[in-house]
C-alpha cells in the first residue's frame, strides 16, 4: 500500500467513529440505540486493532485480538437484546429514562 | 494513490453511516445505517490485509448482530412513531463530552510519533490465524467457547416467558 496512507489516517478515521458512537451511547433513550452506540465502539477498537497490526510489521496477533473482540461484541449483543426484550415485556417500553424501577 | 482514494471512499461511508447511527430520529434509519458503517468496516479491514477477519466480521457483524438488532427493533413497539421512537437527550452536554474526549485523543493521536515497521506484501491470513488460535492462543479461544456457551444459556434465560404458577 504505497499510496501514503499512514497510520494516521486509520487512526482518526476510528477515532471519528468512536466518537459519533460514544455520543449515541451518552444521549440515546433508546436501549436498542445505545447498543448500536456500544457497536460502533467496538468496531472502532477493532480498527485501531487491525491498523497497528498492518503497519507494525504484519503480525498477526492483531487480528487473534479483533477476532476476539467480534466474539465477544456477539455475545455482548445477544445478551444485550435479550435483556432489552425483557424490559420490553416488563414495561411496554425500551426508554432507559422510563425503567427506573431501581433508583433510590 | 489509488489505495488512498479507496480509502477516502470508505471512509466517507463508514463515516456518513455512522453520522446517520448517531443523530437519526428514527431508529430504524439508524439501523440500517448501521449495515453501512459496518460494511465500511469490512472495506478497511480488507485495505489493511486482513482477509480473515473481514470475513468474520461479515458474518458475525452484518449476517448475525444486525439481524438480531433488527429483529430487536421490530419486536419493540413504537417503531412507526417517529418522533419517539429514537428519542435523544442531553444533547449538547453529549456533545461537549465528546468533544473533550475526542480532542484528547486527536492531541494524543497526532503528538505521538509512531513507529512504522517497513510494510510487507498483503498475504493471506488464515494459515496463521489459525496456527495462533491453536498454539499460542489455545487457552483463550477455549474461554471464548466457554463465554459463548454463557450467551447463549442466559440469553435464553433472560428473554423466555416465565411459567404462571
Known amino acids: 500500500m504505497g499510496g501514503g496512507l499512514t497510520l494516521d489516517h486509520f487512526l482518526i478515521l476510528s477515532l471519528i467513529v468512536f466518537a459519533l458512537g460514544m455520543f449515541c451511547v451518552l444521549t440515546r433513550r433508546n436501549a436498542i440505540g445505545i447498543l448500536m452506540g456500544v457497536e460502533l465502539i467496538l468496531n472502532s477498537a477493532n480498527i485501531n486493532y487491525l491498523a497497528f497490526a498492518f503497519f507494525g510489521g504484519g503480525k498477526y496477533d492483531g487480528q487473534v485480538f479483533a477476532i476476539f473482540v467480534i466474539m465477544l461484541a456477539a455475545a455482548e449483543a445477544v445478551i444485550g437484546l435479550a435483556v432489552v426484550l425483557a424490559i420490553y415485556q416488563n414495561f411496554r417500553t425500551i426508554d432507559v429514562g422510563a425503567t427506573e424501577t431501581l433508583s433510590g | 494513490m489509488l489505495a488512498t482514494v479507496i480509502f477516502y471512499a470508505i471512509a466517507a461511508l463508514t463515516v456518513g453511516s455512522a453520522l446517520i447511527v448517531a443523530f437519526s430520529r428514527n431508529i430504524l434509519y439508524?439501523?440500517?445505517?448501521?449495515?453501512?458503517?459496518?460494511?465500511?468496516?469490512?472495506?478497511?479491514?480488507?485495505?489493511?490485509?486482513?482477509?480473515?477477519?473481514?470475513?468474520?466480521?461479515?458474518?458475525?457483524?452484518?449476517?448475525?448482530?444486525?439481524?438480531?438488532?433488527?429483529?430487536?427493533?421490530?419486536?419493540?413497539?413504537?417503531?412507526?412513531?417517529?418522533?419517539?421512537?429514537?428519542?435523544?437527550?442531553?444533547?449538547?452536554?453529549?456533545?461537549?463530552?465528546?468533544?473533550?474526549?475526542?480532542?484528547?485523543?486527536?492531541?494524543?493521536?497526532?503528538?505521538?510519533?509512531w513507529h512504522q515497521a517497513a510494510l510487507s506484501a498483503p498475504a493471506p491470513t488464515t494459515y496463521a490465524i489459525g496456527n495462533a488460535f491453536l498454539g499460542a492462543y489455545v487457552l483463550p479461544f477455549e474461554v471464548a467457547s466457554l463465554v459463548l456457551l454463557a450467551a447463549l444459556i442466559g440469553a435464553i434465560v433472560i428473554s423466555r416467558h416465565e411459567a404462571v404458577e
Open chain 2, 30 to 113: 439508524s439501523t440500517f445505517s448501521l449495515l453501512g458503517a459496518l460494511m465500511g468496516v469490512v472495506g478497511l479491514y480488507v485495505l489493511l490485509a486482513a482477509d480473515f477477519v473481514a470475513m468474520v466480521q461479515l458474518l458475525v457483524y452484518v449476517g448475525g448482530i444486525l439481524v438480531l438488532t433488527i429483529f430487536a427493533v421490530m419486536l419493540t413497539a413504537g417503531i412507526a412513531d417517529v418522533t419517539v421512537s429514537n428519542r435523544a437527550v442531553g444533547t449538547v452536554p453529549g456533545l461537549v463530552t465528546v468533544a473533550i474526549a475526542g480532542g484528547v485523543m486527536l492531541y494524543a493521536i497526532t503528538r505521538t510519533h
